[in-house]
């Protein structure tokens, strides 16, 4: 948007650090896009809002399981095609590792999770969830 109004558009973002990342998802066509700090962002035509995360409770709890070098992730969680679990992602302070989920399928998912940093999942119901570890 800011591009084609023809202003000048400064970058204040240039410290990057992979740990202020912010997803966004699209309501129309399910594109999962991450940031590495907020962005004027858009798909199918409609500008995305940055998803706001809260903590994981409830049904969203996660069970973390070591195999080999990696994490084993699962929910117990539905994935019918109206209440899934889109994505689950880990954030450290050099990485973001991303796994798409689909309805119908399960909800596991292996991620290389090195040091500390944030789990983030996204319920098409309830929205985007982070648990730090």
Known sequence: MELLS??????????????????Y???????????????????????LPQLEPEEMGGEHMVQI????????ITLDHPMSKTHFISFIAW?????VELVKLYPEGNAQC????RGHGYLY????RHGLMRKRL
């Open 110 to 113: 292996r991620l290389h999770m």
């Open 65 to 72: 399981e070591s195999v080999e070098d990696e994490q084993f």
């Open 91 to 95: 954030v450290s302070g050099d990485r």
């Open 25 to 47: 998802v699209c309501p129309v066509c399910g594109n999962v896009i991450p940031a590495a700090g907020q962005a004027a962002i858009s798909c199918c035509g409609i500008p």
């Open 121 to 124: 999942l996204y319920c098409n």
């Open 6 to 23: 023809g202003d000048k558009i400064s970058n204040h973002n240039r410290a990057a650090n992979m740990m202020r990342t912010v997803f």
